[in-house]
């Protein structure tokens, strides 16, 4: 059977239940896309952005747990891809990126839009592959879907130059893998796993700290089985919210630099900590030289480079989640820990961080708080990076599974937008929320075509308060509200750009409007934006300082009061 190298990309997808594609063509690519209409099968969804196609690619991948594709050409599409790539290996996000790349012939000669995108991506894939032969792409394709979905996900990045996409060659489908020195290990040491459980078993402070690698893992039951039999109270990290119903009892919330001070004591007051697929990044541990000092350590994660690499541990388990904890489960005996949760809700009073102020002025965690109870906590929430993530992370309750997409390890601004989109086309039955940056949002807003083009009904909450707001927060409090390059003035009005698209916008100034803006726009059949003119100077609480401990906790100023 002889195919082309655009033919045999078509089809090695199709193989891999690829159902959506997120590109933008260009010169090296553009017999890849000429291929397109054969395959009816493969929706292609045209970007404005290449940093929209990777980003969108992304958001599929976390809510269907099937690697997301984008397509972009060579020069400044690929690179125009970096951010998002960078995004999906910090997160651990499986996605299969195909760039096109100038005929082998240029290469290394500085031919029009050449870039070395293997070079540049290197650090930030799992892997990557520069294909020469057209002989090759079947088994790369294979590869690629293998490594970016197995052990810990990642991007893996397959650059095929023009001429290979049109040459013509006899096609062999490969039945298997074989990749000698690669070999993720799913099962976890047995013996390890046993000590796990007694130290489980006798602990009488214990705390599970729940990442992102249990939404990786889908180990969703086999984490409630094991916190509701020992009655172990549940933290999530940031990536891992979504991953334990924070409307259950045993839920603690999110610690760190701005989580709960309550989750955070409560980690300090542990004497055991349970570390389920998560990388004790910096913004969980504060200082590592003070962080749960009085607790025993448990890791597990199936990337072995991440255990024992931050804060050392007592016990590691290398495997899969879902796998280690059906293991575990089996061993770790129901317990009566009544005290223990006791002193847990006592932290929760002492430290009410959930609480907001009543308030006249329109604060965004109060929009928050509304847009959770009207769609019951049952949206997918995505974010951009700054004060709306972490305020989104506090006050909306997730009572569902992967739940919150956000660019956590990253940090990428611009994320809410094309990430939601690739949400809402992972998940068409879901609301889709996207709560956006009044700065984050201009950095990605050109996708709003795209969602109007193919009927992507994300629904935009913007926090406009005319700063970039976590930067004008660290200039509030550390650097004597020396606001520069921080404030926003040229703001354009995004009603107006609402109108310009054709969908639904609504601003809201008060607090009266909140709820009916936010059911109207759930209401409209297509994106919708509602611009929320929020308090400028607002910040986020709690919050430790960066390399700091929780002992050194800024907490909210002013007095606590429940809105209701």
């Not at 972009?72 to 096109?100: C, K, Y």
């Not at 005996?333 to 006791?342: F, K, M, S, T, V």
């Not at 611009?531 to 907490?555: A, K, L, T, W």
Request: aromatic residues 6%; proline residues 6%; charged residues 20%.
């Amino acid at each position: 059977m002889r195919r082309n190298g655009g033919q045999i990309v078509c089809e090695a997808l199709l193989r891999e239940g690829v159902d959506v594609i997120f590109g933008l063509p260009g010169g090296a690519i553009l017999p890849l896309y000429q291929i397109l209409p054969e395959y009816p099968e493969l929706r292609h969804i045209l970007v404005r952005h290449e940093q929209g196609a990777a980003h969108a690619a992304d958001g599929y991948a976390r809510v269907t747990g099937r690697p997301g594709v984008a397509w972009a050409t060579s020069g400044p599409g690929a690179t125009n891809l970096v951010t998002g790539i960078a995004t999906a290996q910090m997160d651990s996000v499986p996605m299969v990126i195909v760039t096109g790349q100038v005929g082998r012939a240029a290469i290394g000669s500085d031919a029009f839009q050449e870039t070395d995108i293997t070079g540049i991506t290197l650090p930030i894939t799992k892997h990557n592959y520069l294909v020469m032969h057209a002989s090759e792409i079947a088994r790369v394709i294979k590869e690629a879907f293998y490594i970016a979905n197995s052990g810990r996900p990642g991007p893996v990045l397959v650059d095929i130059p023009k001429d290979v996409f049109t040459e013509e060659v006899e096609v062999e489908w490969p039945d298997k893998i074989d990749l000698p020195g690669y070999k993720p290990n799913l099962k976890g040491h047995s013996g390890m796993i046993r000590r796990a459980a007694q130290m489980i078993n006798s602990a009488r402070r214990p705390v599970i700290l729940a990442g992102h690698g249990v939404i990786i893992s889908r180990a969703y039951d086999e984490l409630r089985e094991l916190a509701e039999t020992a009655q172990i109270p549940v933290v999530t990290t940031l990536l891992g919210i979504g991953c334990f119903p924070e409307d259950h009892v045993l839920s603690v919330g999110m610690p760190g630099m701005h989580g709960m001070a309550y989750a955070s004591l409560a980690i300090e007051e542990a004497d055991l900590l349970i570390a389920l697929g998560m990388r004790f990044d910096d913004r969980i541990t504060g200082d590592t030289s003070t962080f749960a000092t009085r607790s025993k350590k448990i890791h597990v994660d199936v990337d072995p480079t991440e255990i024992g690499k931050n804060i050392p541990v007592d016990v590691p388990i290398v495997g899969d989640l879902k796998r280690v904890l059906i293991e575990m489960n089996k061993r770790v005996e129901p317990a009566d820990r009544l005290e223990w949760l006791n002193e847990v809700e006592q932290l929760k009073r002492d430290h009410p961080s959930m609480l907001v102020r009543k308030t006249d002025k329109l604060i965004p965690q109060y929009v928050i708080k509304e847009i959770s109870e009207a769609t019951q906590g049952k949206a997918t929430i995505v974010t951009g990076v700054g004060q709306h993530q972490m305020w989104a992370a506090q006050h909306y309750t997730f009572r569902e599974p992967c739940s919150l997409v956000s660019s956590g390890g990253a940090g990428a601004m611009g994320y809410e937008v094309p990430g939601a989109m690739g949400a809402q086309v992972g998940s068409p039955g879901k609301v889709v929320w996207s709560i956006a940056g009044d700065g984050g949002f201009q950095m990605t807003m050109c996708e709003l075509a795209t969602m109007v083009e193919n009927r992507i009904p994300v629904k935009i909450a913007i926090f406009n308060n005319g700063f970039l707001g976590m930067v004008r927060q660290w200039q509030e409090l550390f650097y004597e509200r020396s606001y520069v390059a921080t404030g926003y003035s040229g703001n354009p009005d995004f009603v107006k750009l609402a109108d310009a698209f054709g969908i639904f916008g609504a601003r809201v100034t008060d607090k009266t409007q909140v709820r009916p803006a936010i059911m109207d726009a759930m209401k409209f059949d297509g994106p919708a934006i509602v611009d929320f003119v929020v308090e400028q100077e607002e910040n986020v609480y709690p919050m430790i300082p960066s390399g700091m401990s929780v002992n050194e906790m800024i907490e909210e100023p002013q007095p606590q009061e429940a809105l209701r």
